[in-house]
């Protein structure tokens, strides 16, 4: 049996495996440079695998009900090895604010606090992440552990505030942590100290980019709606915790169905459910078997209740699995049934992560190639033509090569006059795409933004609210459907204008991909089926509809919002470029071999000894041509033998 490979082992594998395809990459992008073959728009493509090789993340999520061990098992799990507990974990509320823990080697180490006030304005955590006056920062002293445990104690701070600014927070109807005080008869409230906090921290997990979500219990999730309409579907696992000793509760059930339930049955079968606080049910009195029994029916009626199988259930015990790693206690981490889980979470994510960014980079690398493949193959084929035509001359007599000469004349005067049509029909084509962008460009988001705002403020109360938003999704669609009406004229004008130069200019034939908005109108559609969602039960949740509350979920949706149209204008704009850029290569190489051609012709008119020779020439250059296909075949089957290397995937042969 192939011993079980922890999950920090098999991440790190994975990290260095993407780094190993980055070198390969490099070394290809080096090879195209020295040949001569990288062009502005290779070289962006290749900076663009690169970034995001390096900023490749992978992001594990935890949530659950307060007090269900979470941030004792990211303890265990991933920071065993650091010798002690790295996140505050005890009884009651601890983790009072959405915790991320990651590795930003632009930054020292240190936790960086967004103070609970940012609520009160109209910004998202991920707007605020842009403005670092914003954050209260402390370094860490990685020497110092003590001292470092204080600073991520920060993380379960809390205050009192008066009621009414609590309420202002959006935090007051589910706080049940209220101290009377004041002779105005108002209760002071206790609230958390901090809306988010980032741990940065030179883990060599997080260092290869695994970043660990840790959330608080239930109250925050609720009335932070980024974290569920941003935060937790963008991780690529979310991990659900209950606790042996206190069963499936209804609050368990509350954060299921409104977290993590979802409709989607793949989304589903991605989920991790743990037991935690197994140790609660060993009893030295009792045999092992019947402990192990108990265990059982409890995993069985977890996974009932929450409509999984029971194999999607992991019971374990985080307190005695760190503990166990920081003592070097084999037997006891065995009891702890913590390497099943870690076996299950590698086992399932890595690879899978490992799978799509192999293929994605495949893919991608492949596109780039074949680019310069196709240039070197029509360079040949224009040599080819020059050498059949020039052999064709040999032993005939002066009026021949003019007669010749006379002929690639007329095929420049035929290409020049092409030439003015290309020129116009940038033109249209700059035109149409300027009015695509005008579409779905920011400004037209933010106008309609602006416009929604106008209208929450104007009618702050469920009704109104309703009625901005969706007007909002309404204004959206309609901006994708004329988008993608757009994108189809500019598909058809470049169609047509391939057909046309293929026909006129002996220019190769060309499809132009076309361009689908349909990926974007889905997650349009997706968020808003998400807000609607999100926003009933939050509705159900407060007695009082609180309006600084409204504007920071639409904030949320807007961010969203802005993230699609961020994504669709980066993709409009490399699809603009795919379809005109082969156009304008052909035209240019064409150009270029037709000058070529006169030349030659012209050199052999002079000197009837010049046609050996440059058949020569001719002859030298398609050898070499031919060698550079060669090698830039053996360049990228480099590449594609590190995408297939089985070494981050140990568990593919016993899978
Ligand atoms: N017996 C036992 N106790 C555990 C185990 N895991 C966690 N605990 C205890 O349960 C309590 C809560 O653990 P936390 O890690 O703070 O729980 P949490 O889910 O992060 O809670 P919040 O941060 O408040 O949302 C602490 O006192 C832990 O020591 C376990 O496996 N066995
Ligand atoms: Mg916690």
Known sequence: MVPPREFAARFEAYGEWRKRLASGITALHEWLKRQDLADAQVDLKVQQLLTRLHQDRLVVAFVAEFSRGK???????????????????????????????????????????????????????????????????????????????????????????PAALARALGMHDDEPAVIPRGADGEADVEVPCWRHAIINFPHPLLQQGLVVLDTPGLNAIGTEPELTLSLLPSAHAVLYVLAADTGVTRTDLDVWNRHL??????????????????DGLWDELRPAADVDAEIDRQIAAAAAQLGLPASQVYAVSAQKGLLAKVNGDDALLAKSRLPALEEALSGKLIPAKHRIVGAATKAEVGALVEGVSALLERRRAGIAEQLGELRALRGKNQDVVEHMMDRVREEKAVF????????????????????????????????????TRKGIERSPFTKGMRVAMSEFFAAIRRDLDDAARRSVEIHELMEAMYVRFAAEQGIERFTPPPFSMLKYQKEIDRLERAYNEHFNTLWNMLSNAKFGLTKR????????????????????????????????????????????????????????????????ELEQQDEALAAQVAALQRSVEVVAGIVEEPGALPAAANA
Not at 563 to 575: K, T
């Open 71 to 161: 941030s004792e098992l990211i303890n265990a799990i991933f920071f065993a090895d650091f010798g002690q507990r790295l996140l505050p974990s005890t009884a009651g509320r601890t983790t009072m604010c959405p915790t991320e823990l990651l590795y930003d080697a632009t930054r020292p180490p240190s936790i960086r606090l967004l103070p609970i006030e940012t609520r009160l304005k109209d910004a998202t955590v991920q707007d605020f992440m842009n403005f670092a006056d914003e954050w209260v920062t402390f370094p860490l002293d990685l020497a110092a552990a003590g001292r470092m445990s204080e600073e991520l104690a920060r993380i379960s701070q809390v205050k009192r505030v």
């Open 261 to 278: 339930a979802g409709e989607d049955a793949t989304q589903k079968a991605g989920r991790i459910v743990i037991l935690n606080k197994i």
């Open 416 to 451: 020049e006059r092409g030439l003015q049509r290309f020129t116009a029909l940038r033109t249209v084509f700059t035109q149409q795409t300027n009015a695509l962008f005008d579409v779905i460009g920011l400004e037209a988001l933010r106008a309609n933004a602006a416009r």
């Open 553 to 616: 979920f639409f904030e949320t949706v807007a961010t969203r919002v802005k993230h699609v149209y961020d994504v669709a204008n980066r993709d409009v704009e490399s699809w603009l470029r795919a379809t005109m850029s082969p156009l304008e290569t052909q035209v240019r190489e064409h150009h270029l071999q037709l000058r070529r051609r006169l030349e030659s012709v012209k050199r052999i008119h002079r000197a009837s000894n010049e046609l050996e020779e440059r058949i020569g």
